[in-house]
């Protein structure tokens, strides 16, 4: 299935995030079962980095995206269907715990390097340095 942005992320090298046209149905695809759950500090107007967004639209937060672990497409949040969404509720508050102890380990410890399970990506396209919680 054809891609996008090809990211170095939780799902391992080849995982991408979705085309606009496959997202949907790459969602409806995903089994909660085993679906990879991570956040990203992104944009939240356009969090897979379709656009280039005004200084104005910038606004960064936590973006949730999932992964079926034979696809490799990350979907976000947003485009799952409901009754996913609220399956994977566990996994992202898992992560949710997570990411939140990791930023104040790292702030407590005055350090870039954070203990393992995160990951720090390089910029893309029209996103921030981001940190990446996986669970």
């Known amino acids: 299935m054809p891609t996008d942005k090809s990211v170095n992320d939780p799902g391992g090298d080849n995982q991408a995030y979705a085309?606009?046209?496959?997202?949907?149905?790459?969602?409806?695809?995903?089994?909660?079962?085993?679906?990879?759950?991570?956040f990203e500090y992104g944009?939240?107007?356009?969090?897979?980095?379709?656009?280039e967004l005004s200084p104005e639209e910038h606004c960064v937060g936590r973006e949730w995206?999932?992964?079926?672990?034979?696809e490799?497409?990350?979907v976000h949040f947003h485009d799952l269907p409901t009754a996913t969404r609220d399956a994977l509720e566990g996994k992202q508050k898992a992560a949710d715990r997570?990411?939140?102890?990791?930023l104040l380990s790292c702030w407590r410890d005055h350090?870039?390097?954070?203990?393992?399970?995160?990951?720090?990506l390089g910029p893309r396209t029209a996103r921030p340095q981001s940190l990446t919680i996986t669970m």
Do not use: H
């Open 65 to 70: 995206f999932a992964a079926d672990p034979e």
């Open 98 to 102: 997570e990411g939140w102890a990791l």
């Open 72 to 74: 490799r497409i990350a």
């Open 111 to 120: 350090s870039n390097e954070c203990r393992e399970g995160a990951t720090m």
């Open 19 to 38: 085309k606009s046209v496959e997202r949907k149905a790459a969602g409806a695809r995903t089994d909660p079962a085993t679906a990879t759950v991570w």
């Open 43 to 51: 944009q939240v107007l356009d969090p897979y980095g379709d656009f």
